[in-house]
């Protein structure tokens, strides 16, 4: 029986145990995603306590180099857990993710200040986000895989893009959470001891979480290849022998969401306020309103490309990413708010699109048995390279070029390119998730 065929005929969950899959799944995005941004949303707090310096700019690419040192660790996370995943099953190994994202960032808002301890506490930083990368490079692709391979064949566009979304959600609340606190504080205050509250938070939201993912029931694609006895031994090998191809598309479409996403969560915030002098409140409120218009175009982006397929809505996402980006950027340096409102609001859109379609690819170029330690290893990858130096490199654009701009040609270039790649990618979206190496020996 074809793949093609297969598609309708796979395990599944019923509705109640799906929707169960996909809260835990949503926690774990928000988790995630939170324990990053809301260092990028204190990153001005963070320069002044950890990195002082006659230099605000050189305390600034300090910060974000310590940002960028917690996605080294992504590809180790994502080579351990995606081994853990493939071998053992997705759902114990999900539980030790968040609880492991959550402690690391508890501990940043433990962590004493460098006039308190000296250099050690930038190391101590360091720490906090080395065990923080290593958590975020499993959590991805291990809790979207889960809920793919829970979903009906034809909706799992539209659930996967939906968990994925809500990656998105915590730039905002995180945003909402800061300016709050700003405002009920005061900048004293909140410089003083309360920019440690929404890293207390990361600790506790990680508790219910937890308790969630103990109550979800195992993939059953991943069960149904436990029960035919092809549970890959070495997922990574097998990956590298027998899916190079899937490897490089997966690693090219992880760049642009990469950079987009660490574009609008973790440098635009800062670009705003530190290169285009707003307020910090106006930077956070335009960030926050530009994600929202994101988190409503990922889930419809997802589910019009199990109707319509997934090249062409990666192909659509690229390509107005592309277009879109320097007009974005020169609305948004424009030097007020509504203009920023705008131009980021139609970056977050046209990226949407693209976020919303690339996460179910990633887990339908590879096969059951090695989908974890594949798609990990791809996404993660790319993102030390694109996502994680995303801010940092940007900073250094616009100091080196004296243009605002300079980010926005950086991103349409790759944009572009990835757009060229997009055209050539394999058609999955009526594939089976169970593939022929899933149940029979090649």
């Given at each position: 029986m074809s793949d093609t065929a297969t598609r309708t005929a796979g395990p599944h969950t019923d509705q109640h145990g799906r929707?169960?899959?996909?809260?835990?799944?949503?926690?774990?995005?928000?988790?995630?995603?939170?324990?990053?941004?809301?260092y990028a949303y204190t990153a001005s707090v963070i320069a002044t306590l950890f990195f002082p310096g006659d230099s605000r700019v050189a305390s600034m690419l300090?910060?974000?180099?310590?940002?960028?040192?917690?996605?080294?660790?992504?590809?180790?996370?994502?080579?351990?857990?995606g081994h853990l995943g493939d071998r053992a099953g997705r759902k114990g190994v999900l539980a030790i993710i968040i609880l492991l994202m959550g402690a690391s960032t508890a501990l940043v808002g433990v962590l004493p200040t460098y006039e308190q301890i000296g250099i050690l506490a930038p190391i101590l930083l360091v720490v906090a986000r080395l065990l923080q990368g290593l958590s975020v490079g499993g959590e991805a692709i291990g809790s979207n895989a889960l809920v793919a391979e829970h979903s009906p064949p034809a909706r799992r566009g539209g659930y996967v893009a939906l968990a994925y979304a809500f990656g998105v959600i915590p730039a905002v609340f995180a945003a909402l959470f800061v300016l709050a606190l700003n405002s009920v504080l005061g900048e004293a205050a909140f410089t003083s001891w309360g920019w440690r509250i929404p890293f207390l938070l990361g600790g506790v939201i990680s508790l219910v979480g937890i308790y969630i993912r103990r109550r979800v029931a195992e993939s059953p694609a991943f069960e149904q290849t436990k029960r035919a006895e092809r549970v890959a031994k070495a997922p990574l090998l097998s990956v590298l022998r027998e899916h190079?191809?899937?490897?490089?598309?997966?690693?090219?479409?992880?760049?642009?969401s990469g950079l987009g996403f660490y574009s609008l969560t973790g440098y635009f915030p800062s670009y705003l306020s530190e290169a285009v002098k707003l307020t910090e409140s106006e930077s956070l409120i335009a960030n926050s309103v530009a994600l929202t218009m994101a988190f409503i175009a990922m889930p419809l982006a997802g589910r019009l490309s199990d109707r319509v397929g997934r090249r062409p809505m990666l192909v659509a996402g690229a390509l107005s990413s592309a277009l879109a980006a320097v007009p974005a950027y020169w609305l948004a340096s424009s030097g007020s708010l509504a203009p920023a409102i705008i131009g980021e609001s139609l970056l977050a859109i046209t990226l949407g699109i693209f976020f919303g379609t690339v996460g179910i690819v990633w887990l339908e170029l590879f096969p059951t048995r090695t989908r974890y330690s594949g798609a990990a290893m791809s996404l993660n990858a790319a993102y030390v390279v694109f996502g994680g130096t995303a801010p940092l490199f940007s900073t250094w654009l616009v100091d080196a070029t004296g243009s605002l701009l300079a980010p926005a040609i950086y991103l349409a270039v790759l944009s572009f390119l990835v757009f060229v790649v997009a055209c050539r990618i394999p058609e999955t979206y009526q594939v089976s998730l169970v593939q022929g190496e899933d149940r029979t020996v090649r």
């Open positions: 929707r169960r899959v996909l809260v835990s799944a949503a926690l774990g995005q928000f988790v995630e995603f939170y324990d990053f941004v809301i300090a910060t974000f180099a310590v940002y960028a040192v917690g996605f080294v660790m992504r590809p180790v996370g994502g080579l351990l857990f190079r191809r899937a490897l490089g598309f997966a690693f090219v479409m992880a760049s642009l």
